[in-house]
Antibody, heavy 118, light 107 residues
Framework: QVQLVQSGAEVKKPGASVKVSCKASGYSFSNYYMHWVRQAPGQGLEWMGIINPSGGSTSYAQQFQGRVTLTRDTSTNTVYMELSSLRFEDTAVYYCARNYGSGSQGYWGQGTLVIVSS | SYVLTQSPSVSVAPGQTARITCGGNNIASKSVHWYQQRPGQAPVLVVYDDSDRPSGIPERFSGSNSANTATLTISRVEAGDEADYYC??????????FGGGTKLTVL
């Protein structure tokens, strides 16, 4: 069965960077795009970006351009989301989610809480 | 950028039908996906491509999309359906957009 297992919670200071991992199993890793979505406390879902694990191409939401980088390691079936220049408002749960039909996100990781605090 | 508008809340009695709407300019030209999110849990895809259901999603969940409004319909609502619901579309250049979410309360 499809499983996405994310790395553990992080506490970072403003201005720092955070790198969250998402290890995939139960399917052919290179065949499905992976999305990243975040959710600030009490807020809605916010789409951040997408990576093609096959070739590594990426696309990012405009509000994250220049601060977010998605990468992948095909040897370990893992995708990474790195967010730099962290601000207090980046405090959120970050999810990876595998592509399903027509670009929907049908399988989700358990989420990783990132807290930005001085 | 493309904006999806959802009502903040919908309330319905058990056994009744809940309709959650998602407004967007000519949204009928796009494929709409719907997610359910219970408190403290990751979202779950309940409808994709306007009206298709992933395996394991009850037939009580259905979707439609016309003109400027997409609708998620939940028939015979149960207490366990109480959750936040989000619509989503692919905008362009591989960019996806979520609506603001609707909180479904089962009375």
């Amino acid at each position: 069965q499809v499983q996405l297992v994310q790395s553990g919670a992080e506490v970072k200071k403003p201005g720092a960077s955070v790198k969250v991992s998402c290890k995939a199993s139960g399917y052919s890793f290179s065949n499905y795009y992976m999305h990243w979505v975040r959710q600030a406390p009490g807020q809605g879902l916010e789409w951040m970006g997408i990576i093609n694990p096959s070739g590594g191409s990426t696309s990012y939401a405009q509000q994250f351009q220049g601060r977010v980088t998605l990468t992948r390691d095909t040897s370990t079936n893992t995708v990474y989301m790195e967010l730099s220049s962290l601000r207090f408002e980046d405090t959120a749960v970050y999810y990876c989610a595998r592509n399903y039909g027509s670009g929907s996100q049908g399988y989700w990781g358990q989420g990783t809480l990132v807290i930005v605090s001085s | 950028s493309y904006v999806l508008t959802q009502s903040p809340s919908v309330s319905v009695a058990p056994g009744q039908t809940a309709r959650i709407t998602c407004g967007g300019n000519n949204i009928a030209s796009k494929s709409v996906h719907w997610y359910q999110q219970r408190p403290g849990q990751a979202p779950v895809l309940v409808v994709y491509d306007d009206s298709d259901r992933p395996s394991g999603i009850p037939e009580r969940f259905s979707g439609s999309n016309s003109a400027n409004t997409a609708t998620l319909t939940i028939s015979r609502v149960e207490a366990g359906d109480e959750a936040d619901y989000y619509c989503q579309v692919w905008n362009s250049s591989r960019v996806w957009v979520f609506g603001g979410g609707t909180k479904l309360t089962v009375l």
